[in-house]
């Protein structure tokens, strides 16, 4: 176990054979480095994007290094981000933000398209994928009847 990154409940080994030597995915991904570039191609195409472009800052260098941190802690990094910013408690950091199922689908999709092009061994793809989803649809804090109680 790779020091408190392990108090978050965070998922470090995808397989029996990864349990066995002890390697967390943040190890086999080959660390910052690979985070790092996750986050910016993830900005790329969340800069492009109509809907979750006004959410985010002008200036996204600080949301680069903070998704970054966050992800390379929870997958078995160093508490960097912890030590910087406490517990992430997202859910919270996001209650600002207007998150529907919309904005999630696009968050999702960026994510998608970023994960997918880092060419990884199939069960980290697969368990980034599934991870990536029921966290984007966790951080919903909005009702479809946002639309249907619009006064006309
Ligand atoms: C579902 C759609 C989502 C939307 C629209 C969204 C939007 C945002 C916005 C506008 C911010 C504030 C600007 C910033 O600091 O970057 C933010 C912060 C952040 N988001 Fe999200 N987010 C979503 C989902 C997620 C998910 C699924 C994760 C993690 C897997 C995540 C991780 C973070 C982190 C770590 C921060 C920085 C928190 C801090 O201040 O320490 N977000 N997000």
Known sequence: MSGASGSFGSV????????????TVYDRVGGDAFFVALVDRFYAGVAEDPVLRPLYPDDLSESRRTLAG?????WGGPPDYSD?????RLRMRHAPFTIGQVERD???????????SADLPEDLEAAMLE?????????INDSPLRFATRPE
């Not at 966050?70 to 929870?74: D, I, R, T």
């Not at 991870?131 to 951080?139: E, G, L, N, P, Q």
């Open 131 to 139: 991870y990536f989803d029921r966290a984007a649809t966790h951080m």
């Open 106 to 116: 696009h968050w999702f999709a960026h994510m998608v398209d970023a994960v997918r």
């Open 84 to 88: 910087e910013r406490g517990h992430p």
């Open 12 to 23: 470090h080994r995808v397989s029996d054979e990864q349990q066995e030597s002890n390697e």
């Open 70 to 74: 966050f992800l390379a802690q929870y």
